[in-house]
């Protein structure tokens, strides 16, 4: 019975070849799109999913009026961070940033070029990257402390310990290796080689005047919220 309905089958095809191959290759491009739609989905769905508790962490955004239309920008003020963490207790962490920048990070001979960014110390514990060497808890508590990937630190090191080897950043100002962090992986919100410590960089003039000035807007603020409290 079935081998009849298969002979059936055959002979139409063979008999309606142009209606046949438009339905087949219709059908084909129909499983196609949906299979890329869905990997697509799926990509996008499993950014920043390997970094425990992500579920807690948050972007915090500022909405302004111009001229009666709402916008929304990632940039806020430093005095923001602070009055977060006083003010809200669901707020466990807040970590200013600034970036992405790029620097040159010299080691004796050796000069690299990578992308980094500038964030506070809390930074390392809202978003929990796997660490290889040292505290997240401490990481980029010192002014003077950088935080590389795996691929920067073998690249200056080689095999070398770097934790607490100093490297020289745009021939100015050396910094000291207080963590090694996985290669950040292409499903991250986030690409960088390394992190400076943003007190450093709140040494500078016009950032030391806007980390009281409510309405310089520059700044990226992300926090974490206490367990429960999403």
């Not at 963490?85 to 669901?90: A, L, T, V």
């Not at 690299?112 to 964030?119: R, T, V």
């Not at 934790?163 to 100002?173: A, C």
């Not at 450093?200 to 992300?222: C, E, I, M, P, R």
Request: hydrophobic fraction near 40%; charged fraction near 15%.
């Amino acid at each position: 019975m079935v081998r009849n309905y298969f002979k059936t089958a055959w002979r139409s095809l063979i008999r309606n070849k142009v209606y046949s191959l438009l339905n087949v290759l219709g059908l084909a491009t129909g499983m196609a799109v949906a299979l890329l739609i869905g990997l697509w989905v799926y990509d996008q769905y499993s950014y920043d999913r390997f970094l425990p508790n992500y579920q807690q962490a948050y972007q915090v955004r500022f909405n302004y009026n111009n001229n009666g239309n709402i916008h929304t920008q990632s940039e806020v003020c430093l005095p923001l961070a602070e009055a977060l963490k006083n003010d809200i207790p669901e707020v466990a962490y807040a970590a200013p940033a600034f970036g992405p920048v790029t620097n040159t990070l010299g080691l004796g001979d050796k000069k690299l070029n990578p992308q980094g960014m500038i964030a506070g110390e809390d930074f390392l514990k809202i978003f929990q990257f796997p660490l290889l060497k040292g505290n997240a808890a401490t990481a980029l508590k010192d002014r003077y402390s950088i935080v590389l990937t795996q691929s920067t630190a073998k690249a200056l090191f080689g095999d070398t310990d770097p934790i607490n080897k100093t490297i020289r950043i745009d021939n100015f100002e050396d910094r000291h290796v207080t963590a090694i962090i996985k290669d950040i992986p292409r499903n991250s919100s986030f690409q960088f080689d390394y992190i400076t410590a943003f007190s450093a960089f709140a040494s500078d003039g016009w950032v030391k005047a806007a980390t009281t000035n409510w309405s310089h807007n520059f700044f990226q603020l992300y926090v974490a919220l206490q367990p429960n409290a999403s």
